[in-house]
């Protein structure tokens, strides 16, 4: 289960300087950035802190600047954890596998658009969300980073391309496992996959780094540019 790694250095509560709109897709409120008419997506599919968070929307507008229309659902219906909730009581209510049941709908809404092919990225919670769309193939292309509650049996009934962007100081998911994950997905030779250990970073660190410490930021940025690289690869 999540625990109190995943919790730590919330994000800030408000936001500012975004290139995007707030949008209803499939009856989900969206934060979407980029061009519409671009034929190729990437929905991102946020931590247990909700897709309002301000380094999560300042990335989606940095792959939207890649050349994507990208797309980042309120899978938590208006309630992100908050250091009010009780962290297993909040997870009954917004288990990962209910939130694949709304975001299929939104992908289909952007397939109904004109968008011809969908990669997915999730983060923490997010990442459980985007290894069962790709188990189903609903997307092209998949990425984990710093995943939560994903196991060796998802990974192993992974059907499309998958980058995993793992943190050397993780409780939720270690260096040992992010390589087991790779192994497992090297000896499926037929889906591809990109995996990468970044040192000195713990859980979160992608969205939620802390913007004074220097060395930690040029390792967000390198995640976000690795991110980026394996969506043009793949879609």
């Known amino acids: 289960m999540s625990g109190p790694q995943c919790c730590e250095n919330p994000p800030a509560a408000s936001s500012c300087g975004e290139s995007g ?7 989900l409120n969206t934060y979407v950035t980029g061009n519409s008419d671009l034929k190729s997506a990437v929905v991102l599919v946020s931590d247990v802190f909700g897709y309002g968070a301000p380094k999560l929307r300042k990335l989606a507008d940095k792959v939207a600047s890649a050349g994507y229309y990208v797309v980042v659902p309120d899978l938590l219906h208006g309630d992100p954890l908050t250091p009010e909730s009780n962290i297993q009581e909040w997870l009954s209510n917004h288990a990962p596998e209910q939130a694949v049941g709304h975001v299929k709908p939104l992908i289909h809404a952007l397939k109904e658009k004109g968008i011809s092919k969908v990669g997915a990225a ?16 609903d997307v092209q292309v998949a990425a984990l980073l710093h ?17 995993i962007l793992g943190a050397e100081i993780d409780q939720r998911s270690p260096p040992e496992l992010i390589k087991e994950f790779e192994a497992a997905l090297v000896a499926k030779s037929e889906v591809d996959c990109f995996v990468k250990i970044y040192p000195g970073v713990t859980h979160g660190w992608t969205v939620r780094y802390n913007d004074e410490d220097a060395a930690v930021v040029k390792l967000a940025k390198e ?3 690795d991110l980026v690289d394996w969506f043009r690869k793949c879609i």
């Open 21 to 27: 709109e707030v949008l209803q897709i499939a009856s």
């Open 122 to 137: 999730g983060f923490c919670w997010g990442a459980k969300v985007v290894v069962e769309l790709a188990k189903d193939a």
């Open 147 to 163: 995943p939560s509650l994903v196991t060796l049996e998802d990974i192993k009934g992974v059907k499309v391309p998958i980058g």
């Open 223 to 225: 995640a976000h540019q």
